[in-house]
């Protein structure tokens, strides 16, 4: 193990705190990720049938293959990085088990030390390497106390059900927010604050703000619900304040809250282990920080879901320990509306404060999700956080000049995006750090990605027969819901409905529909979604072109969230209306030489093309890479959704996982 302080007062407890996730995995090679509260000596055991014959393989995970980075006194990530000199099999059930030798005593496996983690009897938790993606379960928006159920419960009980490994999801895709870093509750901000000082979470000292450092954010009294008032009262930061700590108001979708929005590098990782797993949750007490009689009521109806969602992360951290999982930013996992359009990035980067904020989120999320995409791009900076812990000051903060250096080399990092060498191939878009500014006018929202972003998209695409991208945001979104975006664009006001899509910059919408129509690009795309918290699919063909390409939108959002009901059925109801296929409208859309034909919910009541209601998606895929059957699972137990093509009048159906393979 590398070098690291001794941890103090780790008698009580537990060892683990978080994991393991599967994160990555490939037969040749495995990344898991894991947290514990001091540095652990772990063998990675797997354990499977090849060939009619069992095999059993002992991996003691020495300082070539875990790399561990203190975060606090008595918090230690663990990044497992084992490569394989022989291939794992394909379309097994792979057992594993991560030991933990503990001085004096037999090595315990997760069977001791996270039963919560195994399915029915078994001793052990499973993984299955599929040899080509033929279903995968996909989904994005998971804010803890919004609420509705978590959809992720829905992933757990398609596990749960009887199942061999042909019928095993090849992954789960979150395709942005996984957490929500700044619309935070007041019963989570109190368990950031209560699992950091019980950890021992690293503090830092911070510029720009009315306190100094750490310590006197978690005790000031403005810490709950008022960090608008942390800010220095400058009229000069009008604009800053309102974006990063007030209730931003947004009557047309939605409202945000973000006036508990999380500041610290320690705040956003206790976040992280308080999502992912139960264990922290065992180390907190139900006290309730001083509040104003107002807030107070708040705090009590927040908690009620907060309750409901810690209930589940039981279910959630098995989920995450059984199927690969990978994940991509959106906004919510940094601020809202991060770097939207040129004048955001200024406001937002030109102040210490908010761009300390900001950086510290793309820290965490380097930490918790993006390593375990694509670990080797990440090597320099894993070895700058491991400097930056290691020269804390007296106080036990971080170094702050090696933290804003790594920050200012985070913000011009171009590698959050990845491919996967699948079949079909899996290419995973970065939609929030490479945009398309606009020079005209710094206010309009900024295209997604750059031109030269887009033409690395494109060589990526050369010559596969088929493709599945994920993009955040709907590359084929709902024109009625654009539009508005758009007119609150001239307006002068994109902040008001987060105006953020692939048709709102001219630039990128431009260049991404030719790629889709360049003749060596695939001629099948899936394009995974979420973002907008509702589903619904889209079937695109290109117009006045018979062979190809053949386009699927499939959105599925959120996990933990969904769209205000009756403004969603208005919608739903007017796009219809004003964009059928008579409408003259259509012409006046960037995407009017594209052919789109929604898919309808088979519990569609009259018409409805959006499906309102937290779940995750699911999607099967034949062999040519289309998608041919697309569920969506509902998180309040109700049966699956099924989008059908209306022109074929098919049947509705509720698949579960053992559905898979149908074509």
């Known amino acids: 193990m590398p070098a690291t302080s001794t941890p103090s007062n780790t008698t009580n407890l537990p060892q683990v705190l978080a994991g393991p996730l599967l994160r990555r995995l490939q037969p040749d090679r495995l990344l898991l990720w894991l947290v514990g509260s001091q540095p652990l000596p772990l063998t990675l055991q797997l354990a499977f049938a090849a060939e009619g014959a069992p095999a059993s393989y002992d991996y003691p995970l020495t300082d070539d293959y875990c790399q561990v980075l203190q975060i606090g006194e008595r918090a230690f990530l663990h990044l497992i990085d084992l490569p394989l000199q022989t291939p794992l099999p394909c379309d097994v059930q792979i057992d594993y088990d991560l030991l933990i030798a503990t001085d004096g005593q037999p090595p315990q496996g997760i069977a001791q030390w996270a039963a919560h983690l195994l399915y029915g009897n078994a001793q052990r938790p499973n993984f299955v390497l599929r040899s080509r993606i033929d279903q995968l379960l996909h989904g994005s928006c998971r804010k803890p106390h919004h609420a509705a159920a978590d959809g992720l419960l829905c992933a757990d009980r398609l596990l749960a059900a009887a199942h061999g490994p042909s019928q095993r999801p090849a992954l789960l895709l979150m395709s ?85 929005h999380l500041v610290t590098l320690a705040e956003v990782l206790a976040m992280y282990l308080l999502v992912w797993s139960p264990t922290p949750w065992t180390l907190l007490t139900t006290e309730m920080p001083a509040l104003s009689a107002e807030q107070a009521t708040r705090y009590q109806r927040e908690r009620v879901h907060i309750d409901a969602f810690r209930a589940g992360l039981g279910q959630v951290a098995r989920v995450l320990a059984h199927l690969p999982t990978l994940m991509i930013f959106d906004d919510h996992d940094v601020t809202d509306d991060w770097n939207l359009s040129a004048q955001w990035e200024q406001t937002a980067y030109g102040h210490p404060f908010s761009k300390r904020i900001i950086g ?23 070895r700058q956080i491991q400097a930056m812990s290691s020269s804390r000051d007296g106080h036990n903060h971080l170094d702050s000049a090696a933290q804003d250096g790594l920050i200012d080399q985070l913000l011009h990092f171009h590698h959050w995006h990845y491919v996967l060498p699948t079949a079909p191939a899996l290419v995973v878009l970065d939609t929030r750090t490479r945009r398309w500014r606009s020079e005209r006018n710094l206010k309009r929202p900024s295209g997604l990605m ?15 027969t088929s493709a599945i991208i994920v993009s955040p945001a709907p590359i084929f979104g709902v024109k009625l819901i654009e539009g508005v975006q758009k007119l609150f664009n001239w307006a002068g006001q994109p902040l008001m409905v987060d105006a953020e899509n692939w048709m709102a910059h001219r630039g990128a919408a431009q260049v991404i529909l030719n790629i889709f129509r360049h003749s060596r690009t695939p001629g099948n795309y899936v394009i995974l979604s979420g973002d907008v918290h509702y589903s619904f699919v889209y079937e695109v063909l290109i117009r006045q072109r018979k062979s190809g390409p053949h386009i699927w939108q499939i959105t599925s959002s959120g996990l933990k969230n969904e769209f205000p009901p009756r403004l969603l059925d208005w919608f739903d109801r007017l796009n219809r209306w004003l964009y059928a296929p008579w409408s003259p409208l259509n012409w006046l859309t960037k995407r009017r030489r594209m052919q789109v034909e929604p898919r309808i919910p088979s519990r569609s009541k009259a018409g409805e093309r959006l499906w309102n209601g937290a779940g995750i998606g699911q999607v099967f895929f034949n062999e040519q890479g289309q998608p041919c059957e697309i569920i969506q699972h509902n998180a309040d137990g109700s049966p699956p959704v099924t989008f059908v093509d209306d022109r074929d009048n098919a049947p509705a159906t509720q698949a579960t996982l053992s559905t898979a393979g149908k074509s």
């Open 176 to 260: 942005g927010d996984q957490v929500y870093a700044d619309d935070v509750s007041g019963p989570m901000l109190r368990a950031i604050h209560q699992l950091s000082e019980r950890l021992g979470l690293f503090g830092e000292r911070l510029e720009g703000a009315v306190v100094d450092d750490s310590d006197a954010l978690y005790v000031h009294p403005a810490s709950y619900y008022q960090r608008a008032d942390l800010l220095p009262a400058l009229a000069s930061n009008e604009t800053l304040r309102e974006k990063f700590f007030g209730g931003v108001e947004k009557p047309i979708f939605t409202s945000s809250s973000a006036d508990n």
């Open 360 to 382: 510290n989120a793309l820290i965490a999320y380097l930490l918790c999700q993006g390593w375990g995409n694509n670990p080797d791009v990440f090597a320099e900076h894993l």
């Open 450 to 464: 750059d031109w030269e972003a887009l033409c690395e998209l494109q060589q990526a695409l050369l010559d596969h």
